[in-house]
């Protein structure tokens, strides 16, 4: 657990399901939160809610929106409902932190903008990758100039996405399901940040192969930002081929995987009969589940979205689970990270620094809106088969 002065950030937390799993050893370890609400339709998750927090268990978002303990709401809800969230925290004078995506509009990222500000509060979007430690690194790395001005960026990422247990929505494009509102609010965020956030243009291609998965599982986008730098982006969620290969066999959590684990998530969804069979396997493997398991331990590796290279004029670098290569003129060398001793720590370390220090935020409602503006590009290029200008775009900061 790290150190702190001041008081924990009172954290409410709306929806226990995959987000909130995967954020949990987060919010158990560092002592600069604490979980003090919740509140979700699943019985089991807030029965567990209760156990291990003691916290407040309401019947509705705009209930525990009311509740004077808390101070930040945490929205993890699906993404159909974080607009509504968001304006209820708003609504109730409270900061938010919002799960990736900001939203599947553009125009209800911009009314949460909106009532944020009214409200004189924070939003703050993420997890997303671009809170990783590697690609925070990275960054620091651009802001030194030891790779001079960036000219390209080439993101990679192959996963057994669209095999992994599903809510009916999360198939459906028009309800914020598929590969591109899930997976694409990652890999944009990291390139944006890497390349100054400034984008000008998309152009895109997406894929559907399974009729079975019925929404886009996989996309290929070329970004281009104002000052000329490009950014190649390739996703597949199909699962064959996995980028984690490439990665050292570092899962996405920082995780050691092992090559024997091919196909697990394909051999796991043959063993469920119908949707609603689906639906529970999913279900039981979140917190409070009947499969679920607490986090052991932290992983010795930081987290990632696959193979990332980022080029400049007088060198390279990429990004890996452990720290950052430099290829320079004359010299390769790597700048390791220390091992995580609380993973997602980054996200805390921007919300303590606003909310407690005053610090500007960096993952803000715009940048957020720019992000959701570039992937939601994606689906409209490879509709339209054309370039998409962006108008929403704001730059790192």
């Known amino acids: 657990m790290t150190g702190h002065t001041g008081q924990p950030l009172r954290v409410g937390v709306i929806g226990l ?3 909130f799993t995967l954020m949990l050893p987060t919010f158990q370890r560092d002592r600069r939160v604490q979980l003090v609400a919740a509140c979700d339709p699943v019985a089991t998750a807030t029965a567990q809610f209760s156990r291990d927090f003691g916290g407040q268990v309401h019947a509705s978002a705009a209930e525990l ?13 699906p993404h159909q409902f974080h607009s509504e969230h968001v304006l209820a925290a708003a609504a109730a004078g409270k900061h938010v932190l919002l799960e990736k995506p900001m939203a599947i509009t553009v125009d209800e990222c911009t009314r949460m903008v909106d009532a944020m500000q009214s ?7 993420g997890h997303s990758h671009s809170f990783d430690g590697p690609a925070l690194l990275a960054r620091a790395l651009i802001d030194r100039g030891e790779i001079g001005r960036v000219g390209m960026i080439n993101a990679l990422n192959f996963t057994d996405f669209l ?22 609010a990652h890999q944009v965020d990291v390139v944006r940040m890497l390349g100054g956030g400034m984008l000008s243009k998309v152009r895109a291609a997406t894929a559907q192969w399974d009729k079975t998965r019925p929404s886009e599982g996989a996309y290929s986008a070329l970004l281009t930002f104002t000052d000329g730098a490009f950014a190649s982006l390739t996703y597949s969620g199909y699962g064959h081929f996995d980028s984690d290969e490439w990665m050292g066999w570092r899962g996405e959590l920082g995780t050691a995987r092992s090559a024997a684990d091919y196909g697990a998530a394909r051999h796991r969804l043959n063993a469920v009969g119908d949707v609603a069979e689906e639906v529970a396997a999913k279900a039981a493997r979140n917190y409070g589940g009947s499969s679920w398991q607490p986090a052991s331990a932290s992983p010795a590796a930081h987290q990632h979205f696959g193979p990332v290279v980022v080029c400049g004029e007088q060198g390279d670098l990429r990004l890996t689970a452990e720290g950052v290569w430099i290829y320079g003129d004359r010299e ?8 995580p001793t609380i993973p997602r720590r980054e996200v805390i370390d921007e919300l303590w620094a606003v909310l407690r220090e005053g610090a500007l935020a960096h ?12 992937s939601l590009a994606i689906l409209t290029s490879a509709r339209e088969g054309r370039d998409i200008d962006l108008q929403w775009q704001v730059p790192w900061r």
């Open 332 to 339: 390769r060398r790597f700048e390791a990270l220390p091992a």
């Open 17 to 19: 399901g995959r987000a």
């Open 119 to 125: 409200a004189g509060r924070v939003l703050i979007v």
């Open 65 to 77: 929106c009311a509740d004077p303990s808390v101070e930040l709401v945490y929205v993890a809800s």
């Open 363 to 374: 993952h803000d409602g715009r940048w957020a809106r720019a992000t959701t503006e570039a």
């Open 163 to 184: 095999y992994r247990f599903r809510r009916p929505e999360e198939l459906d494009t028009a309800r914020g399901g598929g590969v591109v509102h899930s997976q694409a």
